[in-house]
């Protein structure tokens, strides 16, 4: 038997706002596919798994909670000339809310969806600057299924 070492490409941070004023704080790991497809001059495309823990704040403190996801994540990374390196990301996955209320919203069960998209620089160094929009909802699985967004500005470091 071969035994397979799993080991984190980077770490990364966001912070953010939901679209009801709450502030979001976010950690996570990343694992690179190491897989490209659709090689052209303008681009590729490629992904990785992005493992996170964010937590919600609300002025209330029993509508603050904690939330685990896990997603797999499609970038298309466009080529440039200079060591800057724009890209695009979107996916689709799933997380655990501590809790069912998250501020104003009532999420109606603590498993949820979460649907990404962003845009961002890639650095020299392979760090990564850029935006995310992350919408969280249980697709109609139980009511109340309001859902809620997270608008974040992230910084993902290379290992």
């Known amino acids: 038997m071969a035994a397979t070492n799993v080991s984190a490409q980077n770490i990364s941070g966001a912070l953010g706002s939901t679209v009801q004023g709450g502030l979001t704080a976010r950690v996570g790991m990343g694992f690179d596919w190491d897989k490209r497809w659709m090689e052209?001059?303008?681009?590729?495309?490629?992904?990785?798994?992005?493992?996170?823990?964010?937590?919600?704040?609300?002025?209330?403190?029993?509508?603050?909670?904690?939330?685990?996801s896990f997603a797999p994540v499609f970038v298309y990374?466009?080529?440039?000339?200079?060591?800057?390196?724009?890209?695009?990301?979107?996916?689709?996955g799933v997380s655990l809310f501590s809790g069912t209320r998250v501020g104003d919203k009532?999420?109606?069960?603590?498993?949820?969806?979460e649907d990404r998209i962003g845009f961002g620089i890639k650095l020299a160094n392979q760090d990564k600057l850029g935006a995310r929009f992350i919408h969280y909802s249980n697709a109609g699985i139980k009511e109340p299924n309001q859902g809620i967004e997270s608008i974040a500005l992230f910084y993902s470091h290379e290992l």
């Open 40 to 68: 052209s001059e303008s681009g590729h495309l490629t992904g990785y798994w992005d493992a996170g823990v964010t937590h919600w704040a609300s002025g209330d403190k029993a509508a603050s909670q904690t939330s685990l």
């Open 106 to 113: 009532k999420l109606g069960s603590s498993f949820n969806f």
């Open 77 to 92: 990374e466009f080529n440039t000339a200079s060591s800057f390196k724009p890209f695009i990301e979107a996916g689709i």
